[in-house]
């Protein structure tokens, strides 16, 4: 069975899925999926070099904000 975000299990009741993946140089994106949305992938053109993050509300799941923080040019 598929669950979400493509993990091996699904969570309990009253818990979010998640998976981060870092990505692999120039080669693999990074991307961050939440409660089996994709957030952040270079599909949806909003991850950049550096840290990506994604502010979500824990208690209803939806996202508040997704950006990237250059950590090489400063």
Same mark, same amino acid.
């Given at each position: 069975p598929r669950h979400k975000?493509? !993990? %091996?299990k699904s969570c309990s %009741? !009253?818990? $979010?899925? $998640?998976? @981060? @993946?870092?990505g692999a140089a120039n080669v693999v994106g990074p991307s961050i999926c939440f409660d089996g949305t994709v957030l952040m992938s270079s599909v949806k053109n909003n991850i950049g070099r550096g840290l990506n993050i994604a502010l979500v509300n824990g208690t209803s799941g939806q996202l508040l904000k997704a950006d990237t923080f250059d950590m090489y040019s400063g």
């Open positions: 975000c493509g !993990n %091996q %009741q !009253n818990y $979010f899925a $998640f998976k @981060i @993946i870092s």
